[in-house]
Nanobody
């Protein structure tokens, strides 16, 4: 599975961006698409996940109510709508896919990078204050 993330850019604090993750295919086995971010000098952090099969979602606490993840199965694409952006959201954002299972989302398992064997190139998001 190949993934391509896009949509990053420079935005002022309080602004919005929509990231896209286009997959070469959606498969029933690799049932989860996750968004991650990594700022310089930090570990990669899970931001949000969505189940391709049942639409279940997960958000890390720092983005709840501001970020929204959706999917378009017809286009093999997952979107991350990011609103009310803050300077601390600045990072390279990556999408990934893997076999996680939506029943494991409440425990935050889908936010663990180790769950994902397939990764796309990142897209830079910079939020200015």
């Amino acid at each position: 599975v190949q993934l391509q993330a896009s949509g990053g850019g420079l935005v002022q604090s309080g602004g919005s961006l929509r990231l896209s993750c286009a997959a070469s295919e959606f498969t029933l086995y690799d049932d989860t698409i996750g968004w991650f971010r990594q700022a310089p000098g930090t570990e990669r952090e899970g931001v949000s996940c969505i189940s391709i099969t049942d639409g279940s979602t997960f958000y890390t606490d720092s983005v709840k109510g501001r970020f929204f993840i959706t999917k378009d199965n017809a286009k093999n694409t997952v979107y991350l709508q990011m609103n009310s952006l803050k300077p601390e959201d600045t990072a390279v954002y990556y999408c990934a896919t893997g076999h996680v299972g939506s029943s494991r989302y409440p425990g935050g398992v889908c936010a663990e990078p180790s769950e994902y064997p397939y990764w796309g190139r990142g897209t830079q998001v910079t939020v200015s204050s």
